[in-house]
T-cell receptor, first 112, second 114 residues
Framework: DSGVTQTPKHLITATGQRVTLRCSPRSGDLSVYWYQQSLDQGLQFLIHYYNGEERAKGNILERFSAQQFPDLHSELNLSSLELGDSALYFC???????????FGSGTRLTVV | AQKITQTQPGMFVQEKEAVTLDCTYDTSDPSYGLFWYKQPSSGEMIFLIYQGSYDQQNATEGRYSLNFQKARKSANLVISASQLGDSAMYFCAMREGYTDKLIFGTGTRLQVFP
């Protein structure tokens, strides 16, 4: 167990639907990062939150949004899902200034 | 723009032998960090080793060592005494200083055979 918890582990949904992926960071980590891993795009950075505030955005579609709550858990919301959104979505956490990034086990999203 | 290049899509190594996985990077930042992660077939990302741009010595973690050649902008991972359980995808990554995000290479699939 890495200490970063992602739920659900697997998700199958239909095109056009909306889903929410959840991440609980390692205890003490203030930063949460979301990554998407797909066969064609590889591992892509989506967004970074630090202590509830958005710090950086990467290749995140407008249909996707995220937030980090006061208890530091984070949610990634994916809407109007398309087949191409099928991917493994990772959450990672870190203490800013520390070099360690700890990844969760990922949520495998399949859009049918 | 910052970039990580892994030119070996796949590598084979015999059990107990050493193997080197290549990684080159491109950045104009003087301060950066380089990482290697292992992704087994189960999908999780496992941190292996870290090298800071100002570190004088090559990083080592058990059977993993990082051959850091700053002038050549390379950060190759060396796995000594390969084990069957080392079969996995290996990703090289660089921390972008401004955003603190990780930029990943395309990965190398390592297969260890008996």
């Amino acid at each position: 167990d890495s200490g970063v918890t992602q739920t659900p582990k697997h998700l199958i949904t239909a095109t056009g639907q909306r889903v929410t992926l959840r991440c609980s960071p390692r205890s003490g980590d203030l930063s949460v990062y979301w990554y998407q891993q797909s066969l064609d795009q590889g591992l892509q950075f989506l967004i970074h939150y630090y202590n509830g505030e958005e710090r950086a955005k990467g290749n995140i579609l407008e249909r996707f949004s995220a937030q980090q709550f006061p208890d530091l858990h984070s949610e990634l919301n994916l809407s109007s899902l398309e087949l191409g959104d099928s991917a493994l979505y990772f959450c990672a956490s870190s203490v800013v200034g520390d070099y360690g990034y700890t990844f969760g086990s990922g949520t495998r999203l399949t859009v049918v | 723009a910052q970039k990580i290049t892994q030119t070996q899509p796949g590598m084979f190594v015999q059990e107990k032998e050493a193997v080197t996985l290549d990684c080159t990077y491109d950045t104009s930042d003087p301060s950066y960090g380089l990482f290697w992660y292992k992704q087994p077939s189960s999908g999780e990302m496992i941190f292996l080793i870290y090298q800071g741009s100002y570190d004088q010595q090559n990083a080592t973690e058990g059977r993993y060592s990082l051959n850091f050649q700053k002038a050549r902008k390379s950060a190759n991972l060396v796995i000594s005494a390969s084990q069957l359980g080392d079969s996995a995808m290996y990703f090289c990554a660089m921390r972008e200083g401004y955003t603190d995000k990780l930029i990943f290479g395309t990965g190398t699939r390592l297969q260890v055979f008996p």
